[in-house]
């Protein structure tokens, strides 16, 4: 039986959609199987935003190997069935839940969502719902009251903000709700006062602790948190403001559509009256017949002295004269220009109506709601809440929790110089926003901050430089013509060379402005590592430079080595390959049994291949002998334990190898591609290995949760390294 949570509300707004990712991505990192459960959808007409939010966790990345429930297996009932007749809905919705609950081991159940057709009864049909399929109550109480009102003209309150609860609010809320908790014998496994007054957590828990806690309760034991208001969170996006208004995007970037718009200003008025009512992040409503204050907006937004600004909505319907068309073609804008056929009121109207939902394509809202859940409610309390049990098995999902956990531990300095590309800045703000590590990007920064501003997301805690750097420009060609003197390298060619952002990012690492580097979104692997072999160096115990994929599976991560670097590595190189990439299994936390990979087994096959590999494999018994290693072996008797048993019986690497050494480029880059594609696995690198200080290559169709993982991955190596030197210098110390 699945370990379940019902998710309820007692009114509307309370944010638990955001609540229910929270929840889901805890489960995913613990569980094997998460499913989720919807028994009353908003609409039968359009599909379940929160619904489709969950969904789209479990099915993006590796967590697309999870349980593949579809959206309609997710939905009990809707609200007309729930009114024509509650106790049939309510049969339906536990024979819909049962189905999905066989196919997981837990399962995240969202209550409704008191709609424009929900009841005063709303609350009490949710807990019948948690009763009858027997799972307890994560209750979230609103810490925020009515819609924000925003003025009609000039400049705004802060969209979908509105007033806070006192804590004497959340004390009667609670009360009243626990009463009816009581009256459907519903188990309670927690409260969460969610969108909080920031500056009042303390008295809110306080509040409701005071209700659970009073004389005579049996919840004595039941945890509170509270989890603060964001603007972002409730703020619309441009793309709800451009459905709401009934508009056309005319000009800008699509893409930029996604931004939240955290304020909206009605220029009716003179241009130099509406400029200084402009907001940062605001949505800025313009009459189509006033093109001065359209131009104006525009050359403020550009501007480094004016507030960002989310989009422009062009209202009256009316056609803007030809020669401002071209003036604004010719400006390019990249912010979205909406038009509507609204007027001004009505436009603002439905502006400031607009709610900020939590949507799947929103990454700054999707990344904030899971840090305000990480830095608010404490995981280890609720799963203990729930008798969770740690699966045996790792999954793709978990592997990447422990990457980003660990790297969070030592907060160290990664380099990623290919600020010009929307996925390095996309993921430079999911690394800041879940504290994975401190981030420097290199491009011009105001470019660089506009940009990503522009997409909506937060890098303001990320470093900004420009290769262009004077200072430190003059300082890394002294250095490079330092250390490629005996090429014949001057200052003057290394003023030039280290301009390169590969170069320059690589500059860093080496003098210990950054811990590593993580680049090749769109640059070749050659582009990347090659200033790596003339500054950084390899291991004085490497003789060369290789790489590994960190196979996961669906149920245990593999090493793959080397498929990214040497073409034909001979013997030497690949006893090297070899040890490396059993200390790379080890650094994350996989015990190396090493498969050195050939087309026979054993003592079978014979040729100059074969020889290489059986070479190798002495070459790394001699070296290391505490590794466990067979070769030659071919995949499947590393991989099978039947195919083991027949072909190498007793061997304690054959059928249970984690370390696979490939004897090529062709065969292992061929080898990793075709297991990624065919088992679906998500394949994390390449890592490389054997330098002295962390370097690491992307692939050019790196997606953002690939570049994510290969940052973690490159802070754990160099947390890896210090830890090394440390110990290091602490044993010299004690020498002498």
């Known amino acids: 039986m699945a370990d379940s949570i019902y998710i309820a509300s007692a009114e509307g707004n309370t944010g638990k959609s955001t609540i229910a990712l929270g929840v889901l991505d805890t489960l995913l990192r613990s569980v094997e199987r998460v499913g989720v459960f919807r028994p009353v959808a908003r609409s039968v007409h359009h599909p379940d935003y929160v ?3 969950l969904l789209a966790h479990l099915s993006t990345g590796s967590a697309k190997t999870t349980t593949p429930l579809s959206y309609e297996e997710c939905v009990g009932v809707s609200y007309d069935d729930v009114h024509q007749d509650p106790e049939v809905a309510l049969g339906r919705i536990v024979a819909r839940y049962k189905a999905v609950e066989a196919q997981c081991d837990a399962v995240v159940v969202v209550g409704s969502d008191y709609t424009d057709v929900g009841s005063p009864t709303e609350l009490a049909f949710n807990l019948r719902v948690a009763a009858n399929l027997g799972v307890p109550v994560l209750l979230v109480l609103g810490g925020r009251v009515g819609p924000g009102q925003s003025e009609t003209f000039g400049r705004s309150d802060r969209l979908g903000q509105s007033d806070p609860r006192t804590p004497e609010d959340i004390r009667q809320l609670t009360d009243v709700t626990l009463a009816e908790l009581r009256d459907e014998h519903v188990s309670l496994l927690g409260v969460i006062v969610n969108r909080a007054d920031p500056n009042r957590l303390g008295e809110l828990i306080g509040a409701v602790r005071g209700v659970i806690d009073a004389p005579g309760s049996q919840l004595a034991s039941v945890p509170v948190w509270a989890v603060p208001e964001d603007p972002y969170i409730v703020a619309p996006s441009m793309k709800s403001i451009l459905k709401a208004t009934s508009g056309t995007l005319i000009k800008g970037d699509p893409a930029l559509l996604s931004r939240e718009a955290l304020g909206v200003v009605v220029a009716a008025m003179s241009m130099v009256n ?29 501007s480094a002295t004016f507030p960002s600004i989310a989009g422009i909505v062009l209202v009256g319907g009316f056609a803007l004269p030809d020669e401002i068309e071209r003036l604004v073609e010719g400006l390019a804008p990249s912010v979205p220009i909406i038009r509507t056929e609204l007027g001004s009121y009505e436009a603002a109207l439905r502006i400031t109506h607009t709610p900020g939902r939590m949507a799947a394509d929103s990454q700054r809202k999707h990344d904030t709601a899971l840090a305000l859940f990480e830095g608010n409610i404490d995981a280890s309390v609720l799963l203990d809440r729930l008798r969770v049990s740690r699966a045996d098995v790792v999954t793709p999902l978990m592997f990447e929790y422990a990457l980003l956990e660990r790297a969070r531990r030592d907060q160290k300095r990664i380099v990623m110089p290919e600020g010009d590309d929307d996925r390095i800045l996309r993921a430079a703000a999911t690394l800041l926003a879940r504290d994975v590590a401190e981030i420097v990007i290199l491009g011009e920064e105001f470019e660089v901050r506009s940009r990503a501003i522009g997409l909506g997301l937060d890098i303001s805690r990320a470093q900004v430089i420009s290769p262009f750097d004077d200072v430190l420009r003059s ?4 250095e490079y013509a330092r250390l490629r003197a005996h090429k014949g390298v001057t200052i003057d060619q290394a003023m030039d060379v280290v301009t390169d952002v590969s170069y320059f990012g690589t500059m860093m690492v080496q003098l210990g402005l950054a811990d590593g580097m993580v680049s090749g979104a769109t640059h070749t692997t050659a582009h990347t590592i090659r200033p790596s072999f ?3 160096k390899t291991r004085p115990d490497t003789s060369v430079v290789s790489s590994v994929f960190l196979m996961a ?24 390959i070899a040890i490396s990439a059993s200390e790379t299994a080890v650094e994350f936390g996989i015990e190396p049994r090493i498969a050195m990979l050939s087309y026979s087994t ?6 100059k291949d074969v020889d290489k590999v059986r070479a190798a494999t002495a070459l790394v018994r001699e070296r290391r002998p505490d590794l466990l290693i067979e070769g030659p072996i071919q995949y499947d ?12 019986p007793g061997s304690a690497v054959a059928g249970r190898a984690t370390v696979f050494i490939f004897p090529d480029l062709n065969t292992g880059n061929n080898t990793y591609k075709a297991v990624q594609r065919s088992a679906g696995a ?9 330098l002295r200080k962390p370097i690491n290559d992307l692939s050019r169709g790196a997606l953002v949760q690939d570049i994510v993982n290969t940052v973690a991955i490159t802070a754990i190596q160099a947390a890896t390294l210090s830890a090394v030197a440390a110990a290091a210098s602490q044993t010299a110390a004690v020498s002498a």
């Open 51 to 53: 619904l489709e939010l």
């Open 274 to 302: 509406v400029l200084p009512r402009l907001l940062e992040g605001a949505v800025v409503v313009v009459p189509s017949d006033r093109p001065d204050v359209l131009l104006a907006v525009l050359m403020a937004n550009s």
């Open 475 to 478: 300082r890394f060609a002294e």
């Open 534 to 536: 003339e500054i950084i």
């Open 553 to 576: 599976l669906a149920d245990k991560v593999l090493v793959y080595g080397d498929c990214a670097v040497n073409p034909d590595p001979s013997a030497e190189q690949l006893a090297d």
């Open 602 to 607: 054993g003592e079978s096959g014979k040729g």
């Open 637 to 648: 008797a590393a991989a099978d334990a039947d195919v083991a048993a027949a072909k190498m």
């Open 682 to 690: 998500l394949a994390i690198g390449p890592v490389l290995q054997g």
